[in-house]
């Protein structure tokens, strides 16, 4: 039969990685559904999370098997039959326009701040934690905010730029512990309304604005967590920008995930159910983008750091579902865990990475060192 072929098949796959299925271990996968063999052969990665999220299987660990999976590269040897068409659209549109850029926003960040403010503790960053001191989720968190600041060597007086700002929490760090003035964009409704609200009798301007439209001065920026949306279509433009705003003694910091290889697209699920139009840079990518534009004084990657900030997100979500909003039923309630496991597998297996890049236009007099 077809079917015990597909099987047999999937399971010759699945031991490569060390994976049983129907085994006792944590991390060996439970088959609830005979057709996922199948499934997962014609359409690869897509079909490994919506088989989750359909509840054809289960497993003890989900972190830990798909690590496996990532480890023994079965993503790189199983495709389905859409990605080819998707690699093409990526490399022959631009799906990072000024018309799309707001779907992530409408599609993920604006999915509700309850959800959010129970996954990410006492500051609603959205971004990796900074646990070189830190014992919990929320120290992390105010720990990359002061690295952040302490990078950009803020001073009292200075007028700061937030690229992607989120919730707020950044500019209001900045500006209560820093003495900054500054301005914060986003391309997310919910986000802008929270971030108004929070820094609200602060020098704070929040905007909903692509940051394609800003031309003003500021003495230094920073952007985390919001260039994985930009597009490699779009990164030279995105440096053009920070360039063009900044004066020649100015510093810029971008915080983003990267990842090893120079690809033009996400994976398919990723795309599907979690960020839209969304891409990991490379540092070629980068590299090339900048060039003639920035001088590079500093390439900070502590993307470990993003495996236990993401289990930190896994467990305060988990602890609070029962008290969240009756529309994230169980479906989505599976994607989600599918979402924080399978980044928590690509960083842990060091496929991700999470950058921070300090850039001056023309250069620091006598060197710069960046505070760790």
Known sequence: MPQRRFERRIAG?????????????????????????????????????????????????????????????????????????????????????????????????????????????????????????????????????????????????????DIGCGWGEALKFAAEQYGVSG?????????????????????????????????????????????EHVGVKNYRTYFEVARRLLPGHGLFLLHSIGTNRSVHRTDPWIARYIFPNSMLPSAAQISQAMEGLFVLEDWHNFGTDYDRTLQAWRDNVEAAWDALDVRYDERFRRMWRFYLSGSMATFRCRRSQLWQLVLSPNGVPGGYLAPR
Not at 204 to 213: A, G, K, P, S
Request: hydrophobic share 40%; proline share 2%.
């Open 13 to 161: 796959l699945f031991e490569e990685a060390d994976v049983r299925i129907g085994g006792d271990r944590p991390w060996d996968i439970q088959v609830h559904d005979d057709h996922l063999y199948a499934r997962l052969l014609a359409q690869g990665s897509l079909a490994l999370g919506e088989s989750y999220m359909d509840g054809w299987w289960d497993v003890a660990r989900l972190d830990e098997f798909l690590s496996r999976l990532l480890q023994a590269r079965l993503d790189e040897r199983v495709h389905g039959a859409g990605e080819l068409w998707d690699a093409m659209r990526a490399r022959l549109f631009n799906q990072q326009t000024r018309s799309r850029s707001r779907e992530v926003g409408l599609r993920h960040y604006d999915l509700g701040n309850d959800l959010y403010q129970a996954m990410l503790g006492q500051r609603l960053v959205y971004s990796c934690g900074y646990w070189r001191e830190a014992s919990d989720l929320d120290q992390a968190q105010a720990a990359k905010l002061d690295l952040v600041c302490r990078k950009l060597r803020l001073r009292p007086g200075m007028r700061v730029l």
């Open 183 to 227: 301005v914060g964009v986003t391309i997310s409704q919910e986000q802008a309304d929270y971030a108004r609200e929070l820094c609200a009798g602060l020098p704070i301007e929040i905007r909903l604005q692509d940051y394609r439209e800003l031309d003003e001065p500021f003495d230094a920026a920073f952007s985390i967590g919001m260039f």
